[in-house]
C-alpha cells in the first residue's frame, strides 16, 4: 500500500503461458491445457524428474533412494532407476511352508548322512571288537592245539573242518528257534543248511560252563578219530564262540528213545530191533578196540543212538566219553552217566572200563525186549530199575512176563530168548564177568542169522570172553603218537584259566 498517495496496492501472480504452437524443450516433460484453454499450454516435468521443461534437458532424474523424509522401500535395498526406482519383491507368505520344507529337507540329509557315519564307524569298531573276541575264544578253547591235531594226521585233516562262526550263523539262520531239532544231556541241536547246500546238525551247548566246554572239546577230539558207519560222523567244529560249536551229519529220523518209548506211529519190527541192537553194539565194539584210540562212550543210552531213515543205527553224544592209552585197562575219573544205565561197579569204585559200556548196552538189550524205560513204576507204584528187574525174572524162566507182546507175534520168542541171556550176561554185577562188546556184536551176528543155541549161549560167552579179547598192542606207534597228542589236548582244558 502507498503510505502518501492513499491507494492500496494488490498482491499478482504472473502465469505463463505458451501459444499452441510452441511446445517444451526438455525431453523428460509433457505439456497440459490450463482450465480446458487450448490456447493456454504449459509445460511440466515428467513423474520421477525436476526442474525446468522449457530448456533442453531441463527436466533431471530425481533420486528417490535419497529422500530424506521418506524410504519409499519397506523391504529390501532401494534401487534408484530414470524416472522411477525399484523394490526387491516381498516374499509372499504363500511360499513360506516351501521354504521350511526345503529346510527340514536339507537339515534332514545332512543329519542322515551324519548318522549314517556314525553308524558305519561304530560298525567298523563293533566288527573290530567282535573280531578280537572270536580270536580270544578260539585261542581260549584250544584251537591252534586242536588245528595241530587235524595238520598231524591226513585222515583226520580229510574229515574234520574249523568253521567259523558267520558259516554257521548263516547256516541256522542265526540260531533261529525254528531250527532246533532237539536237545541233549550236552547241548542244544539245530537243523544248518551250509553253502553248498549240505545239511548238517551243529550242537551247542545250553549253558556257559567250563565243564560243557571241556566235554565239547572232548568230543571234537574223539569224533575226529573215528570212522565208522554206525558212529554219526562229526564234519567239524566252531571254536570262535564262549562255548564250541560241534557241526555233524544230519539224521532225519530221531533217536531209538523216540521209536522205542515215544509215539511212534509205526513200532519198531523184532527184526528192526535185532539189526540196530547188532550195529549199535558193532559202534561200540569199533569204539573199544578198533579205533586208533580206544575210547569208552559212558553214556550209551537210546536218546544217544539215532536212526536214519533207513533205521540204521548211529551212536552219538561222546561229550562225556574217554580215551583210553593202549596199555590201559581202565581209569578212576568223576562218576558221570544216566540213571538206570549207570555200572553199579563204575558207581561204586569209580573206575571205567570198557564193561561199564557193557552193562550200559545190556540196559538198552533189556528195553527192545520189553518196551519198558530204564526205570519204571511197577503195579505197586514202585520205581523199578529196569536191569534187576529184568534179570531177576529170568533166572527164574518168566521172560515171558515182561516180554513185549509184538515180539511173540512176530515169531520170535526164540530169539528173543537167546537174546535175553545175553542181555543178562552184560548186566551182571561184576565188570569181570560181562562179555565184551566184540563177543556181544558176534552173538547178535548169530540171533540175526538163525545160528544161535539158546542154552549154550551164555556158557560160549563167558568161555571166549578172553579167546577174543583184541590186541591192543597190534595198533603200534601211531595210536600212542595221536594219544599223546590227544591226552594233551584234554589236559590242556582242565588247566585253570
Not at 571205567?352 to 527192545?368: P, Q
Not at 534179570?391 to 515169531?411: C, M, P, T
Amino acid at each position: 500500500m502507498c503510505q502518501h498517495c492513499g491507494i492500496r496496492s494488490v498482491p499478482a501472480v504472473l502465469e505463463w503461458s505458451l501459444h499452441s504452437k510452441l511446445s517444451c524443450r526438455s525431453s523428460n516433460s509433457f505439456t497440459y491445457e490450463v482450465d480446458g484453454n487450448r490456447d493456454q499450454i504449459r509445460c511440466n516435468c515428467s513423474r520421477g524428474y525436476e526442474g525446468n521443461p522449457y530448456i533442453a534437458d531441463g527436466c533431471q532424474d530425481i533420486d528417490e533412494c535419497q529422500q530424506p523424509d521418506v524410504y519409499p522401500c519397506q523391504h529390501g535395498t532401494c534401487t534408484n532407476m530414470p524416472g522411477t526406482y525399484r523394490c526387491p519383491a516381498k516374499k509372499s507368505i504363500s511360499n513360506l511352508p516351501g521354504l521350511i520344507t526345503g529346510i527340514a529337507v536339507s537339515a534332514g540329509f545332512g543329519l542322515l548322512f551324519s548318522l549314517l557315519g556314525v553308524a558305519k564307524i561304530t560298525n567298523k569298531l563293533k566288527q573290530r571288537r567282535a573280531k578280537k573276541l572270536r580270536q580270544k575264544f578260539f585261542k581260549k578253547n584250544h584251537g591252534l592245539l586242536l588245528q595241530q591235531l587235524i595238520s598231524s594226521n591226513k585222515d583226520i585233516a580229510e574229515r574234520t573242518r574249523i568253521f567259523s562262526l558267520e558259516e554257521l550263523d548263516q547256516a541256522t539262520n542265526k540260531f533261529d528257534h525254528n531250527r532246533i531239532l532237539g536237545g541233549g544231556g550236552h547241548g542244544t541241536v539245530y537243523k544248518g543248511i551250509l553253502s553248498d547246500q549240505h545239511v548238517v546238525a551243529i550242537k551247542k551247548a545250553k549253558v556257559v560252563v567250563q565243564r560243557e566246554i571241556d566235554q565239547f572239546i572232548n568230543e571234537v577230539v574223539i569224533l575226529s578219530q573215528t570212522n565208522h558207519r554206525n558212529v554219526v560222523k562229526l564234519f567239524g567244529c566252531c571254536l570262535e564262540t564262549e562255548v564250541p560249536l560241534l557241526v555233524y551229519e544230519f539224521i532225519s529220523n530221531g533217536t531209538l528213545l523216540f521209536h522205542l518209548h515215544g509215539q511212534s506211529e509205526n513200532p519198531l519190527s523184532w527184526k528192526d530191533r535185532l539189526r540196530i541192537a547188532l550195529e549199535t553194539a558193532r559202534a561200540i565194539a569199533y569204539l573199544h578196540s578198533a579205533a586208533s584210540i580206544s575210547v569208552y562212550h559212558r553214556d550209551i543210552k537210546c536218546a544217544n543212538i539215532l536212526l536214519t531213515d533207513t533205521l540204521t543205527a548211529k551212536v552219538s553224544d561222546f561229550g562225556a566219553s574217554r580215551s583210553i592209552a593202549i596199555d590201559e585197562t581202565g581209569i578212576l575219573t568223576a562218576v558221570q552217566g544216566t540213571y538206570g544205565y549207570l555200572d553199579p561197579e563204575y558207581y561204586y569204585t569209580s573206575r571205567l572200563t570198557e564193561k561199564s559200556d557193557v552193562y550200559s548196552f545190556g540196559v538198552i538189550l533189556a528195553e527192545l525186549l520189553t518196551r519198558l524205560t530204564p526205570v519204571f513204576s511197577s503195579h505197586s507204584s514202585e520205581v523199578t530199575s529196569l536191569a534187576s528187574h529184568f534179570v531177576s525174572l529170568v533166572r527164574d524162566n518168566r521172560l515171558s512176563d515182561i516180554l513185549d507182546s509184538q515180539i511173540v507175534d512176530e515169531g520170535g520168542a526164540d530169539e528173543a530168548e537167546a537174546v535175553a541171556r545175553l542181555t543178562e550176561a552184560c548186566l551182571s554185577l561184576k565188570g569181570e564177568e560181562r562179555p565184551t562188546m566184540r563177543q556181544v556184536e558176534i552173538t547178535l551176528e548169530d540171533v540175526l542169522n538163525s545160528k544161535v543155541n539158546v542154552s549154550s549161549q551164555t556158557t560160549r560167552v563167558n568161555q571166549n570172553a578172553m579167546n577174543d579179547q583184541p590186541d591192543k598192542g597190534s595198533k603200534g606207534g601211531e595210536g600212542t603218537r595221536l594219544y599223546s597228542l590227544e591226552k594233551e589236548f584234554i589236559q590242556s582244558s582242565e588247566i585253570p584259566r
